[in-house]
């Protein structure tokens, strides 16, 4: 008995199911007595209905009789189950819905130094799951309904909300966050959330997502510690994969790549694709030499020239080239060093 308390859906079917045995047995039983299908199965409506409205014809033998009364007791008993079924259905699914909800808002108040993703689009259902890969703990802020089921489907902790609005951000823990990445497809979305995000705390790191490159100042004027430009990146990958096709080869995300580089990722440490320019202050210096000056910043594991083959643990005696890509480990901080291989030759 326990098994049928515990399923609704089984109840509801079951329920259906012996209402509709019960109903086609009885308007067997009357075709059988000479009544047309018409008679019949109105007399089954009204009777498992209990409406009342009278017989559609005299019940005056006793296999009409006998017909009636098992028509009675079985078909108003189901009725009754069935109707239970439908209200216990009803009333479960919404009770599970309401304690659903509870328990997520209960989760995400107990979150501490956790990561904000604002957006579930492309790019954030991506970077939900490298943060997940990642052991990161995080919540993400959508409001559209049906990526919102997409995401809890996926097991991610959710919220149901705009996330421009601040009141949606204090709801996520923004006080409490380490980090919020805002990836919406909406630069000025994109640059008020940092705004609200960055006024509600001061020392959280923000991400933000833009899409035109004249957005990058206003972003980093909201706020923002860092701009990430999706379309910009992807134009580098391609780039990196027609120039330099063995580094790009050699630094594929595959699932042992992965692993290492999670576990870099915990050492504050990163590998990169860079391009020594033209021109620039180490295009035509020895590795030595680079990683003398940049100190602890990045140290340069390979080298990937167009006309040779990649040079793995290149010797402190070899020159940086002009258009050689160049592989390096780094730290967090390296973005000042890496402006070494740029065009301008800064740093």
Not at 49 to 67: D, S
């Amino acid at each position: 008995m326990r098994w049928l308390l515990n399923s609704p859906i089984r109840n509801l079917v079951g329920g259906i199911v012996f209402v509709l045995t019960v109903g086609s047995l009885a308007i067997v039983g009357y075709l059988s007595q000479g009544w047309s299908v018409g008679d019949a199965l109105y007399m089954v409506v009204l009777t498992v209905f209990t409406v009342g409205y009278g017989e559609v014809r005299p019940i005056a033998t006793g296999p009409l009789r006998a017909i009636t009364m098992g028509l009675i007791i079985t078909g108003c008993t189901g009725m009754i189950f069935l109707t239970g079924a439908v209200v216990q259905f009803i009333t479960l699914s919404g009770l599970q819905q309401i304690l659903g909800h509870k328990h997520m808002s209960h989760q995400i108040e107990q979150l501490r130094d956790h990561v904000i993703v604002c957006g579930f689009g492309r790019i954030g259902n991506m970077l939900a799951r490298e943060l997940k890969a990642g052991g990161a703990r995080f919540v993400i802020v959508e409001r559209s309904t049906e990526r919102l089921e997409e995401a809890r489907a996926l097991g991610y902790l959710c919220l149901h909300a705009d996330a421009s609005d601040e009141a949606a951000l204090q709801q996520a823990g923004v006080d409490r966050a380490r980090a919020l990445a805002t990836v919406l497809p909406d630069d000025a979305d994109n640059v008020f959330i940092t705004l609200s995000a960055r006024s509600l705390n001061k020392s959280m790191m923000i991400i933000a997502r833009g899409e035109s490159p004249s957005t990058v100042s206003k972003l980093r004027y909201a706020g923002a510690n860092e701009v990430v430009l999706p379309a910009h990146i992807g134009a580098e990958r391609v780039a990196e994969m027609i120039l330099y096709p063995a580094a790009a080869k050699a630094m594929q995300h595959g699932e042992r790549n992965r692993v290492m580089e999670r576990e870099l990722h915990g050492l504050g440490l990163e590998l990169e694709l860079v391009v020594a320019e033209k021109g620039s202050k180490f295009a035509g210096q020895t590795v030595d030499e680079i990683e003398n000056q940049v100190g602890p910043a990045f140290f340069i594991v390979a080298i990937d020239r167009p006309s040779d083959r990649m040079i793995a643990r290149p010797d402190g005696a070899i020159r940086v080239e002009p258009a050689d890509g160049v592989v390096i480990l780094g730290r967090a901080n390296r973005a000042e060093a890496l402006r070494g291989f740029q065009g301008d030759g800064s740093y």
